[in-house]
């Protein structure tokens, strides 16, 4: 993997950002509560990754404009093992936009009549069973 170096200068600025424990020239450590409030507006808030990453003061052009979704994923894998990670808000919410009301409503009539016609056609077999 092809990673970004910093230098010297890079370094200095990434450093003064309170969100940044530590940085060398190949990684920068991040504070442990700027994670997990990162994590929190990225799972449960909706915000995406750039954005967070705007926010808290990072120059994306240093950092790379792909790190924060990058990092994101990563958090959530290391922090959150044990939870399948939930679709975050951002992705639903833009499905959402992006399926228009009218449609939507003709897709959820669409699939409420598949389930009714799912469930007759299980009470019919449950029906030739008991006979």
């Known amino acids: 993997m092809n990673r970004r170096t910093f230098t010297r200068e890079q370094i200095e600025k ?3 950002n309170k969100n940044v424990r530590r940085c060398s020239t190949k990684s920068v450590m991040y ?3 700027f994670k997990l409030k990162a994590l929190r ?3 449960q808030e909706g915000q995406g990754a750039v954005q967070i990453f705007k926010q808290a003061g990072f120059n994306l052009n240093i950092l790379g404009i792909r790190t924060p979704n990058r990092i994101m994923n990563q958090w959530n894998n290391a922090l959150l093992p ?5 679709t975050p808000l951002h992705k639903a919410k833009l499905k959402a936009k992006r399926m228009a009301s009218g449609r939507e409503i003709k897709h959820l009539k669409a699939k409420v009549a598949y389930l009714e016609a799912e469930n007759d056609f299980l009470a019919q077999l449950r029906a030739q069973k008991r006979k």
């Open 82 to 86: 044990k939870q399948k990670p939930a």
């Open 41 to 43: 507006q990225y799972n």
């Open 14 to 16: 990434i450093s003064k």
């Open 31 to 33: 504070t442990k509560d």
